[in-house]
C-alpha cells in the first residue's frame, strides 16, 4: 500500500503544510477542505505547488450532506457536486470523498441512497473521475461501514466505490469479518487513526483525540490484517483531528506521520505473519533488559558537588575514562557516567541545559538490528568522536537533543565500562541501591504523543493508561513506557510527563532547562529505610513530606503507628497495590528542576500515583518557602 497525509493532521496555512509533508517524505496528499478555502490562491495554485513538491493530490475532502436529500434539494445537491467535480479537475485529481449525510432532513433508505449514488456515478463517469462513500460514526442513516457498503454495493456503478476510516469503525467496536468479505478493487480509498479509548460522544472525541498510529489504543493490527484480506493495495491515509498537532510543529507532527505508517505497517505484517503490501522491511524490536548507562553532563566548577551528591547516594568512582574528562560511577548494577569532557557533545548539551542526563544506555538483544530498525523508522543515528582503541557505541537522537546510545550482551559493547575505562581501585561499600529502577522525563505537552510512538516504534514496549497527576499549579498528563520487565535486570521503566498549564512543576522544568529533558531518576534499593538513614547521614537533603500525609496514612492503612512514625521520621511515602507494598523517597530538587527518588518495591507495579499530588505539594512548598521547616516538634 502507498501512503499519504491529510492536510488537517497538522498546523499552519495550506503552503506552510504541504511543504512539511513533503519534507517528511510524503509522495501524496489529501487536501481538506477548510484549507483549500482559505488559502489565497487558486486551485491550480495549488496543484503547481503540490507538483514542485513532488506531491499528487489523491482528493479535496470532505463532500457533505449528499445521499437523501428531499425532492426539492435533490437537484441543488447534485448542482453542489458538479461544481466539487469542477475543484477537482482544476486540482488535478478524480476522488471525490463524499461522508454521509447529518443533514436534518435527509431521507434513508437504502435502496433510495444506492440511486442517488448511481445518479452521481454516472456524472462522475462522464468526467473521468471516481465517487467514494464513506459512513461516519455519527451519520444521521449510514454510520455504520456494512451499511455504506450495501449502498455501494446496490449502486452497482463501476465508479462508485467505498471509503473506510478505521477510527468509524474502532470507535463503535464494529466487527471486522464483512469488512474481509468486500473485494479491494471496491474500496475506494483507507483512512486511518489511533485514538485513546475514552467514554465521550464519537464527534467530540473524533475532532479532537484521534493521533498517529501507536499513540492510542485502538486495534489497528486487526483492521490491518482484514483489510490485507480484501486484497486492497491502493492508499492509506492520515486523518487525524488533535488540538497537541494543532498546537505543534508541522514539519515534527508529518515526520511523526510518516514514522507511525512504517511502524503500523510492519507491526501488521510481523504480529499476523503476513507481510503488508508496501511495508518497509526491518529487524523486529527488541526488549530492553536493562538501563545500561546514563550520562550526566557536568561542568568542572559543578562537578566536586555533583560528584560529592552521588557519593552521600552510595556510588563510587571506580572508573577514569582512557583519555577524556570523564568518570564512572557505580553501585550493585547501577552505572552513571560523569562527562566533563571540553568541546564534547555533553560540554554542548550542558551550556545549555546546565548540569543534567545528557545520554541514556539501554541494552538491547542485537545493537546492529535495533540501529537498522531505528534508520528504517526514520529516526536520527549520531555519532560521537572515539579516539583509539575505544568503543564507538551506536546512539540515536532522543528526547531534546539528547542521546539514546544501544548496546548489547554478545559484542564488545557489553564491555564497553572495561575498555574505555580504567579502574580507579577505589573500594565501595556495601550497596544502598540496587538498580535504576524508572527514568522520568519531562517535554512540552504537544510532544508526549512524538515521544511515545519514539519509544513505541523503536523498542519491544507497552504503554500503560495515562493517568493525570494534580500539581498545585495545574494538571501533569502522565504516560508509562515498560520493556522488557521479564527480564532478569528488570528492563526499563520510562514515565513521560507533560502538561498544558505553565504553572506546573513539569512546565517550569521545561522552561528552566530551556527544553525537554530527564527530570528525574528513581533508584530501587531493598532496605529504603537504610538507604536513606544512610544518606541523610551523609549529608544529603531528602524532601520533607507535610505531617497531615502521615496523620492521613494512619487512619487509611494497616500500618501500625512504630511504622508510620520511622516513615516520618525519615520522609518515606507509601502505597499498596493489589501485588504488594511501595515505599519512596525524594531528594531536595537541585538548581534546574532535578531530583533523585528513592523506592523500593515489593510486589508492587505501579508508581506510587497516590502520592504524586504530595510530592509535587511539597516540593512546591519547598521552593517558594526553603527556609520553612515543616513544624515538628
Not at 477548510?34 to 463532500?63: E, H, K, M, W
Not at 483531528?241 to 508529518?254: I, K, L, M, P, Q
Not at 550497596?431 to 519509544?455: A, C, G, N
Amino acid at each position: 500500500m502507498r501512503t499519504s497525509i491529510a492536510t488537517v493532521c497538522i498546523s499552519g496555512v495550506l503552503h506552510e503544510k504541504l511543504e512539511a509533508i513533503a519534507a517528511a517524505g510524503f509522495k501524496a496528499v489529501e487536501i481538506f477542505e477548510n484549507d483549500l478555502i482559505a488559502y489565497p490562491g487558486s486551485p491550480a495554485d495549488v496543484r503547481r505547488i503540490c507538483a514542485d513538491l513532488g506531491l499528487t493530490i489523491l482528493t479535496c475532502q470532505p463532500f457533505r450532506d449528499f445521499e437523501g436529500m428531499p425532492a426539492d434539494k435533490r437537484q441543488r445537491t447534485f448542482d453542489r457536486a458538479e461544481r466539487k467535480f469542477d475543484l477537482l479537475q482544476e486540482l488535478g485529481t478524480e476522488l471525490l470523498f463524499v461522508c454521509s449525510s447529518v443533514a436534518p432532513d435527509a431521507q434513508g433508505g437504502i435502496d433510495r441512497l444506492a440511486a442517488d449514488f448511481r445518479e452521481l456515478g454516472e456524472r462522475a463517469a462522464k468526467r473521468g473521475l471516481r465517487v467514494g462513500y464513506e459512513a461516519l460514526v455519527w451519520g444521521r442513516h449510514i454510520n455504520d461501514y456494512r451499511d455504506s457498503w450495501e449502498v455501494v454495493r446496490r449502486a452497482g456503478h463501476q465508479s462508485v466505490g467505498l471509503i473506510l476510516d478505521n477510527f468509524h469503525i474502532q470507535a463503535r467496536g464494529t466487527e471486522l469479518a464483512t469488512l474481509r468479505s468486500i473485494p479491494g478493487d471496491r474500496i475506494s480509498f483507507v483512512q486511518i487513526a489511533d485514538a485513546p479509548k475514552l467514554q465521550m460522544d464519537y464527534l467530540s472525541w473524533a475532532r479532537h483525540w484521534r493521533c498517529l498510529p501507536g499513540q492510542g489504543d485502538f486495534d489497528l493490527v486487526g483492521f490491518m490484517d482484514a483489510l490485507e484480506t480484501t486484497g486492497y493495495d491502493g492508499w492509506l491515509s492520515l486523518e487525524i483531528f488533535n488540538d497537541r498537532f494543532r498546537a505543534g510543529s508541522a514539519t515534527s507532527v508529518a515526520l511523526d506521520g510518516r514514522r507511525s505508517l512504517i511502524w503500523m505497517m510492519e507491526e501488521a505484517g510481523r504480529r499476523t505473519g503476513r507481510p503488508v503490501r508496501g511495508a518497509a522491511p526491518m529487524p523486529p524490536p527488541s526488549p530492553v533488559s536493562k538501563v545500561e548507562f546514563l550520562e550526566f553532563a557536568v561542568n568542572e566548577r559543578d562537578r566536586p558537588g555533583f560528584e560529592a551528591m552521588l557519593a552521600a547516594l552510595g556510588f563510587t568512582r571506580t572508573g577514569r575514562h582512557r583519555s577524556k574528562e570523564v568518570s564512572l560511577w557505580s553501585q550493585a548494577e547501577i552505572r552513571l557516567v560523569v562527562n566533563s569532557e571540553p568541546a564534547s557533545f555533553a560540554a554542548s548539551y550542558e551550556i545549555t541545559h546546565g548540569a543534567s542526563v545528557c545520554a541514556m544506555a539501554l541494552r538491547v538483544d542485537d545493537t546492529a538490528a535495533t540501529i537498522a530498525r531505528a534508520e528504517a523508522l526514520l529516526d536520527t543515528p549520531y555519532g560521537v568522536p572515539v579516539g583509539p582503541g575505544e568503543l564507538d557505541i551506536p546512539a540515536v537522537r532522543g528526547l531534546g537533543g539528547s542521546l539514546v546510545y544501544l548496546v548489547d550482551g554478545s559484542s564488545a559493547l557489553s564491555r564497553w565500562h572495561e575498555v574505555d575505562f580504567v579502574p580507579t581501585g577505589e573500594s565501595g561499600r556495601e550497596p544502598l541501591l540496587e538498580r535504576i529502577d524508572h527514568v522520568s522525563q519531562t517535554m512540552q505537552y504537544e510532544e508526549m504523543l512524538t515521544w511515545l510512538l519514539f519509544y513505541a516504534s523503536l523498542i519491544d514496549a507497552t504503554k500503560t493508561p495515562s493517568q493525570a497527576v494534580l500539581d498545585p499549579g495545574g494538571v501533569v498528563q502522565s504516560q508509562v513506557i515498560e520493556s522488557g520487565l521479564d527480564r532478569p535486570e528488570r528492563g526499563l521503566r520510562l514515565v513521560l510527563n507533560g502538561s498544558q498549564s505553565h504553572r506546573t512543576q513539569s512546565a517550569r522544568f521545561v522552561t528552566d532547562f530551556f527544553g525537554s529533558g530527564v527530570q528525574h531518576i528513581a533508584f530501587a534499593t531493598f532496605d529504603i529505610r537504610a538507604a536513606v538513614s544512610h544518606m541523610k547521614a551523609a549529608g544529603l537533603v531528602m524532601l520533607p513530606i507535610p505531617e497531615n500525609y502521615y496523620d492521613d496514612l494512619e487512619a487509611r492503612s494497616d500500618l501500625n503507628v512504630e511504622e508510620i512514625a520511622e516513615l516520618r521520621s525519615l520522609d518515606i511515602l507509601h502505597d499498596r497495590d493489589a501485588a504488594g507494598s511501595f515505599l519512596q523517597a525524594y531528594t531536595a530538587t537541585l538548581d534546574g528542576g532535578f531530583f533523585f527518588e528513592i523506592v523500593q518495591r515489593d510486589g508492587y507495579q505501579g508508581y506510587g500515583a497516590p502520592n504524586a499530588a504530595v510530592r509535587l505539594a511539597a516540593q512546591t512548598r519547598a521552593a517558594r518557602h526553603p527556609a520553612i521547616p515543616r513544624g515538628r516538634s
